[in-house]
Structure formats: structure tokens, C-alpha cells
T-cell receptor, first 116, second 113 residues
Framework: AQKITQTQPGMFVQEKEAVTLDCTYDTSDPSYGLFWYKQPSSGEMIFLIYQGSYDQQNATEGRYSLNFQKARKSANLVISASQLGDSAMYFCAMREGEYTGNQFYFGTGTSLTVIP | NAGVTQTPKFQVLKTGQSMTLQCAQDMNHEYMSWYRQDPGMGLRLIHYSVGAGITDQGEVPNGYNVSRSTTEDFPLRLLSAAPSQTSVYFC????????????FGPGTRLTVT
């Protein structure tokens, strides 16, 4: 089974609108971390936001928020007030195995295009 | 701070050749990892290390070797390159005392002909 599933290969959003990028995960580990990264066309990987499995509140970082629904095993990224510079690939990732070495798993990504 | 550095940026190899991709970090991170990124596949973990002298396999370790003799360096060796190893390779390091947020190098684009 896939550890991280991103079901939206491509998304479009109007500038200044909000957009939600979906991510579901699969783990039986009680302690894990969830991450979102942005990869612009230049290729670098940019960390956006982190959510720990024990965190009670949804993580927020500026215009980014993570909608964490633990029972559903989902960790959707919400980008508010989209900007043209938000056009990029977005990857959801999970760290599991805190006591067995910590492995990371990435989803296949969502390509976001912001339309002026 | 240079962060995570990788060399070379681009490399072309012939099938059967060997080479080492270099990775170094100056953030004193214990955790380091190597990924490959292929179109439509996201990033897949090749090998990782939780500290000097300790390495372990990730999802796709076949055809690659690693060692970790210092905290700073984590080279990835291709023993006998194959066309299936054509990919973009990323090295990353994480602070294991915090959230494990990963800092990525700029990547190496490898083509095997």
C-alpha cells in the first residue's frame, strides 16, 4: 500500500483564491510527522509546514495551513490568497519509525497552477 | 551557513561506470538521506543515516552504496551505473532533536547512457 497518496496530479486556482491540496497517509506508527514541500520549476525543495501526530491544533505558517484529520489519516494543505509565485509542484511527506530509524515517504506530488 | 551542498550538479555516465555523488552539510545534523526523483514518482528514499557510522536502506537501495564516516559528509556511490539510474538525486539533512524538517541540497541530474 502507498504510504502517501496525493490524488490530484494537477490543480488550477485563480489568483487571490484559496486552494486545498489533498494528502492521505498510511501508518500504524503512533508517532509520525507530516510535511509539505514546494518544488518550483527551478528544482529546489522548499519546506512549507509540519504537523506532528500528537499535535492537537492544525499547523499554520503564514498563508499555509495544514488541515489534519487524524482519524481519516488526511493532511491536506490549504493555501490562502494564492499568488502567481505559488505555481509549483507540491509534495506531501511523512516521517515514521521514531524508534526504528525514521524513514521518510513522499507522495507523487500535485502540480499547482495559479491563473492571473 | 552553506546548508546542504551537492556535487556535481550534472553528470553523464556510460553504462557500467562507477561514480560518487558528494553531499555535505554544515548544520551539525545527525540525520542525512539520499533520494531519487523520477517523473511521476515523487521522491523515493535510497539510503539514510542517523549518525556517523550508522546507515540503513530506504525504499530503493539496489545499485547504491553509502557510508558515513563524519557527521558532515554522506556520499552516495553508484557501483555500476545502469540506464535505470538516470534520475535527479537529492541529498537532505534533518535535525533529529526537533521535527526532522529536511533541508535539501540543490540536486544532481544524472544521465546514464
Amino acid at each position: 500500500a502507498q504510504k502517501i497518496t496525493q490524488t490530484q496530479p494537477g490543480m488550477f486556482v485563480q489568483e487571490k483564491e484559496a486552494v486545498t491540496l489533498d494528502c492521505t497517509y498510511d501508518t500504524s506508527d503512533p508517532s509520525y510527522g507530516l510535511f509539505w514541500y514546494k518544488q518550483p520549476s527551478s528544482g529546489e525543495m522548499i519546506f512549507l509546514i509540519y504537523q506532528g501526530s500528537y499535535d492537537q491544533q492544525n499547523a499554520t505558517e503564514g498563508r499555509y495551513s495544514l488541515n489534519f484529520q487524524k482519524a481519516r489519516k488526511s493532511a491536506n494543505l490549504v493555501i490562502s490568497a494564492s499568488q502567481l509565485g505559488d505555481s509549483a509542484m507540491y509534495f506531501c511527506a511523512m516521517r515514521e519509525g521514531e524508534y526504528t530509524g525514521n524513514q521518510f515517504y513522499f507522495g507523487t506530488g500535485t502540480s499547482l497552477t495559479v491563473i492571473p | 551557513n552553506a546548508g546542504v551542498t551537492q556535487t556535481p550538479k550534472f553528470q553523464v555516465l556510460k553504462t557500467g561506470q562507477s561514480m560518487t555523488l558528494q553531499c555535505a552539510q554544515d548544520m551539525n545534523h545527525e540525520y542525512m538521506s539520499w533520494y531519487r526523483q523520477d517523473p511521476g514518482m515523487g521522491l523515493r528514499l535510497i539510503h539514510y543515516s542517523v549518525g556517523a557510522g550508522i546507515t540503513d536502506q530506504g525504499e530503493v537501495p539496489n545499485g547504491y552504496n553509502v557510508s558515513r564516516s563524519t557527521t558532515e559528509d554522506f556520499p552516495l556511490r553508484l557501483l555500476s551505473a545502469a540506464p535505470s539510474q538516470t534520475s535527479v538525486y537529492f541529498c537532505a539533512s534533518s535535525d533529529s532533536r526537533a521535527t526532522y524538517e529536511q533541508y535539501f541540497g540543490p540536486g544532481t541530474r544524472l544521465t546514464v547512457t
